[in-house]
């Protein structure tokens, strides 16, 4: 079974995916099976490694952080929009990172990027630097505190 599909939850998402987005009907079913099998081999030749997880209170704690934070953020950012005063700037932050895991990575990348008012740009690997863009940036260096006092080290305690 593994090898007519190496990765089945894979294929079965691509196959719901396909027919949630056209429509069911027969013609549909088809493509939406040759997608998903052809989705999974596809990923067989890309070949990722899988991620090293470490499963604790990191991750508990994590969670309830970047939920709390998000709220906050929602709230924070409706304020602005709402009672906007002409003193609010925005602006970009280089953010030097510690952490070199491509899951971990894409985890701070998903977590800036879903907390309103941040936005993950770019990631230059050779200087290890990310550019996220502030709503509201009152002090660069307290952003580069927060997201690496709150964020970095507990994904480098996670998958690093």
Do not use: C
């Not at 998903?36 to 030749?45: C, F, S």
């Not at 932050?93 to 510690?98: D, F, G, M, N, S």
């Amino acid at each position: 079974m593994r090898r007519l599909l190496p990765y089945p939850l894979l294929g079965l998402v691509l196959f719901g995916m396909w027919v949630l987005l056209t429509g069911f009907s027969p013609g549909h079913v088809i493509i939406a099976a040759a997608v998903g099998v052809l989705g999974a081999h596809i990923m067989r030749r890309l070949a990722p490694e899988p991620p090293r997880i470490r499963f604790g209170m990191a991750m508990v704690k994590l969670t309830t952080l970047v939920i709390a934070d998000i709220v906050r953020s929602n709230i924070a950012v409706g304020r602005i929009v709402l009672f906007s005063t002409p003193d609010r700037r925005s602006g970009f932050i280089e953010l030097p990172i510690a952490l070199r895991d491509p899951y971990a990575l894409a985890a701070l990348a998903i977590i800036i990027t879903a907390t309103p008012g941040t936005l993950w740009l770019q990631h230059d690997a050779r200087s290890h630097i990310v550019l996220i863009h502030v709503l509201d940036l009152v002090d660069e260096d307290q952003w580069i505190d927060l997201i690496k006092s709150r964020y970095e080290t507990l994904l480098m305690e996670i998958f690093e």
